[in-house]
T-cell receptor, first 111, second 110 residues
Framework: DGGITQSPKYLFRKEGQNVTLSCEQNLNHDAMYWYRQDPGQGLRLIYYSQIVNDFQKGDIAEGYSVSREKKESFPLTVTSAQKNPTAFYLCASTLGEGGYTFGSGTRLTVV | EDQVTQSPEALRLQEGESSSLNCSYT??????LFWYRQDPGKGPEFLFTLYSAGEEKEKERLKATLTKKESFLHITAPKPEDSATYLC???????????FGSGTKLNVKP
């Protein structure tokens, strides 16, 4: 079945450490997105990519980085510059119309 | 600034007690409005897409409607398994971005 796979489901980060969240899709969707979800807040856009080797900053890109070397993959790195990274991270993809398909999310916690 | 506002933030219903959730939006050009259901610790699951005022979509106990400024998600005779957070999102004509509301957390008690 087609879908989006995020891994790991849970991730723990130490102070000053970079961590990478994986997002893989087999839907043949061109556009992929990373969102951050905090309790009581709507989803906030971190980065998005509409085509391989191209991506744009979203509303809260500071402290994050991405790459899009393959159509199927859009990994997100949370760098040490992100001072409050504890959150639920969601990856999504779309053909452009008809809304998003979401992954199951990664919960990142700073320890 | 474009905004999507959902109300109420939380809603408690008894099983069988029908109600509605609201999503109001202020994007300049609406390409589509989307409803999602999200269970705790999981990604949002797509429910409906609405494109034009007057449009309605139904799925089991859920019915979504759209006007020029807002959308309603009507829940008829809800069951405990309908308990979840319901998210609304709008897509503007520059369809690079979607704007999400903060959700309505629905709790249906048996």
């Amino acid at each position: 079945d087609g879908g989006i796979t995020q891994s790991p489901k849970y991730l723990f980060r130490k102070e000053g450490q970079n961590v990478t969240l994986s997002c893989e899709q087999n839907l043949n969707h061109d556009a992929m997105y990373w969102y951050r979800q905090d309790p009581g807040q709507g989803l906030r856009l971190i980065y998005y990519s509409q085509i391989v080797n191209d991506f744009q900053k979203g509303d809260i890109a500071e402290g994050y980085s991405v790459s899009r070397e393959k159509k199927e993959s859009f990994p997100l790195t949370v760098t040490s510059a992100q001072k409050n990274p504890t959150a639920f991270y969601l990856c999504a993809s779309t053909l452009g119309e008809g809304g998003y398909t979401f992954g199951s999310g990664t919960r990142l916690t700073v320890v | 600034e474009d905004q999507v506002t959902q109300s109420p933030e939380a809603l408690r219903l008894q099983e069988g007690e029908s109600s509605s959730l609201n999503c109001s939006y202020t994007v300049s050009g609406l390409r589509g409005l989307f409803w999602y259901r999200q269970d705790p610790g999981k990604g949002p699951e797509f429910l409906f897409t609405l494109y034009s005022a007057g449009e309605e979509k139904e799925k089991e106990r859920l019915k979504a409607t759209l006007t020029k400024k807002e959308s309603f998600l009507h829940i008829t005779a809800p069951k405990p398994e309908d308990s979840a957070t319901y998210l609304c999102a709008v897509q503007e004509y520059n369809f690079n971005k979607f704007y999400f509301g903060s959700g309505t957390k629905l709790n249906v008690k048996p």
